[in-house]
Structures are given as structure tokens and as C-alpha cells.
């Protein structure tokens, strides 16, 4: 069973920066995609980012792209959330997830098998 673990979010100024990170244990998570999803309180689910297992490939929802940069490590078994040049319309819970199955980048959470706590981001204006 795969365990993961996020840190990192937090209370920040617009136009300021966090890091979230995810860690994965019981099992290495090396082999899949991993994911990044965000959930503002009454709205459905958002896909935020995603990394192949290489590493070498990502995607972006466009609110982020050229402000977010998701990366991972797998030596280490995490992935990161870079987020900079933060706006009010970030707020959200952040979670991470891992895809077991799909063995290429998919934004269908449905594929996701295994999530994170999730962790609270807010940006003030």
C-alpha cells in the first residue's frame, strides 16, 4: 500500500511563492505518474499538473502554466509543487496523487489511485 504524505502550503501574499511537497511510502512510486490536484471549498476537483515518471514530461492547467513547475525526485520518492507568482484565485486545498496504471500522463482523476491528506493554500490580496 502506498502511503503519501504532503507538506509545505500555507498562508502567503499575492505574488509571493510556496513549495508543496509530496512524499510516498510503503511503496516506491517511481514506476508512475504522479499528479497534482486543487479543490476550492463547494467546487469540483481542478487538475492542476502532472509529471511522467520520468520526469521529463509535464502538464499544466493553463491558470498555471508559467507560474507552477511540478518536478519530482525519484531517488527520493517525491514530487514538488513549485508555485510562484501567486493570485487570490489559488486559494485552494492542494492534493497529490499517484496514477499506478495509466503508465502515461492522464488529468482524469478517476485514474489516480492513491492521494495525499491534501494541504491548505491561501493567497491574500
Known amino acids: 500500500q502506498i502511503q503519501l504524505v504532503q507538506s509545505g502550503g500555507g498562508l502567503v501574499q499575492a505574488g509571493g511563492s510556496l513549495r508543496l511537497s509530496c512524499a510516498a511510502s510503503?511503496?516506491?512510486?517511481?514506476?508512475?505518474?504522479m499528479g497534482w490536484i486543487r479543490q476550492v471549498l463547494g467546487k469540483e476537483r481542478e487538475f492542476v499538473a502532472a509529471?511522467?515518471?520520468?520526469?521529463?514530461?509535464?502538464y499544466y492547467e493553463d491558470s498555471v502554466k508559467g507560474r507552477f513547475t511540478i518536478t519530482r525526485d525519484n531517488a527520493e520518492d517525491t514530487v514538488y509543487l513549485q508555485m510562484n507568482s501567486l493570485k487570490p484565485e489559488d486559494t485552494a486545498v492542494y492534493y497529490c496523487?499517484?496514477?499506478?496504471?495509466?503508465?502515461?500522463?492522464?488529468?482524469?482523476?478517476?485514474?489516480?489511485?492513491?492521494w495525499g491528506q491534501g494541504t491548505q493554500v491561501t493567497v491574500s490580496s
Open positions: 496523487a499517484a496514477d499506478a496504471h495509466s503508465g502515461g500522463i492522464t488529468t482524469l482523476m478517476r485514474r489516480y489511485d492513491y
Open positions: 510503503g511503496r516506491t512510486v517511481s514506476p508512475y505518474t
Open positions: 509529471v511522467s515518471w520520468t520526469g521529463a514530461t509535464a
